[in-house]
């Protein structure tokens, strides 16, 4: 009796098998194919970026705080010129490296330093030196904006830390 009565059931199933339920599942599975491939080019792109500027105004702070992190003590430094960069460990872990990347803060050549290396910023450390900030107040809120409004940060929303020296 209860085999009879779902006969004409499965029938109507296997019909429906071969005709547009085939395809509307086989779109549904292209669909799902082609959104896993792009999440995994955008996770992609985001774990390519493994680089954390140092970025603040000449004598903040930037290039102290590099080299207190990469060898755990204080050393004197000089107003830099250039970017120096080095690879840091986050943890035990061998894959959870960045590189530091300590960039200049004078006036003329931080933004085309900032311009060299936004795209691959996962995170950006921006150094304040708080005994001169009274003074420094307009050109820190000057550069912090320039690098908030830039579209390459924008696109990419690094995480952002305002790091106060000297306290």
Known sequence: GMAGGLE????????????????????????VAITFLIWRFVQGRRSSRKAVLLLGLCDAGKTLLFARLLSGRYRDTQTSITDSSAVYRLSQDKNT????IDLPGHESLRLQFLERFKAAARAIVFVVDSVAF??????????????????????????????CNKQ
Do not use: C, M, W
Not at 137 to 156: C, G, H, I, M, P
């Open 134 to 163: 009274q003074r420094e107040v307009k050109d820190v809120a000057e550069f912090l904006y320039q690098v908030l409004v830039d579209s390459t940060v924008l696109r990419n929303a690094p995480a952002l830390l305002i790091a």
């Open 8 to 31: 004409p059931h499965l029938e109507a199933l296997r019909r429906e098998l071969h005709g547009p339920a085939v395809l509307s599942v086989l779109v549904a599975l292209i669909a």
């Open 97 to 100: 490296n960045v590189t530091l």
